[in-house]
């Protein structure tokens, strides 16, 4: 057994304790300790609270110390929805869509995706494997300890399982939990796309051969789809989602981002774990989502990056008592960012959240939104010692400095996995 680490000197311990999910006017009781201390066992949290009685335990007596100096202590954020494994970037894109090029358009001259596609394909396991360590090793510092990850770059058998199967060999070798999705209905490949049924065979290459294969060999927990006019229809998209599920994969949405489709609805329908992007719900869509057991994950960074100017209704959200999340939606396409702390700055000027909210939905409801709310996503008694410590001294601040990593530590079962010098 390691020895016991005892956390103190924090000007807050922002807990997020007391239960997940969060909805409503709960999502901004984050639970903010002073003089409070955290004592870690065996990289796991045993107790939490006022100084004076943590330093008590027996544990306490031998352990090493962590002292913050005034500094903010979080859990580590859980990014429930990226895309990690690309091969490259796409900044020729950038510059096209600044200059007023719409983005079907981009995709049209098979840009966009089908882009990402080509390249990937094209990329061997291992220079993926070594650009995405570079990444998850920028996610670590600023402040992520768990990340969901998403396939959907390789839309053949070869690549698709090439993703998945690094999603995996990832999680084992370093120090960030990689949940993994299957995303093979993305969009059609461009093989398919000129044939009369192009679709319909790919479907049926994604049903009979894709997704028996992921299962087979447990590459994924989630079955995903892009609900959109240039991805997959409604129906299409319920044949993917409901396949899925045959295979013991939970769904998850892309849904409502360039138009409304009815994906919401469909999500709740199947019990998906989350519909994410959202900018275009409408009114039934916010009240299924509130009596519902799926997440509302919310992606800024995403309308940040396109310059769009329609975000997701979060207050409406909120106010109606659906389960908000927040996450990077890290892709090269359309939010290249690994970062949280600009995501939350996000989540406050661009969906009206409170930070406190904005952090709630960045760590517990994202973790519940991964079905780890169990082990992840809050300071409590008994949780993994997944936490991030920032060079603030209120916790408005980490927002407030939007741009700025303010990140001075970041921890994973309780091993410092990054640390500024
Ligand atoms: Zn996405």
Redesign the pocket.
Known sequence: MSTPLLIRGASQIVTVGGGAPRRGQALADVGVLRDGAILLVSGRIAAVGPVAKVEKLKEAGSAELLELDGRVILPGFVDS???LIHAASRAEEYELKIQGVGYEEIARKGGGILNSVGKLRATSSENLKARAQLFLERFAEHGTTTIEA?S?YGLDLTSELKILSLHKELSAEQPLEIVSTF?GAHVVPAEYRHKRNGTREYLKLLEEELLPAVARNRLAEYC?V?CERSAFSLAESRRVLEAGKMHGLRPRV?AEQRSHTGATGLGVKLGAASC??LEYLKPADIRALAKSGTVATL?PG?DFHLGQKRYAPARKLVEAGAIVALAT?F?PG??PTVSMPMVLALGCTQLCMAPAEAIAAATINAAYSLGRHGRVGSIEAGKQADLAVFEVADYREIPYYFGVNTCWLTMKRGEVIHMRD
């Open positions: 929805h990226t895309h998403k959907g995303l995903d892009f892309h994410d992007h992606l995403c939606d892709n359309t939010s």
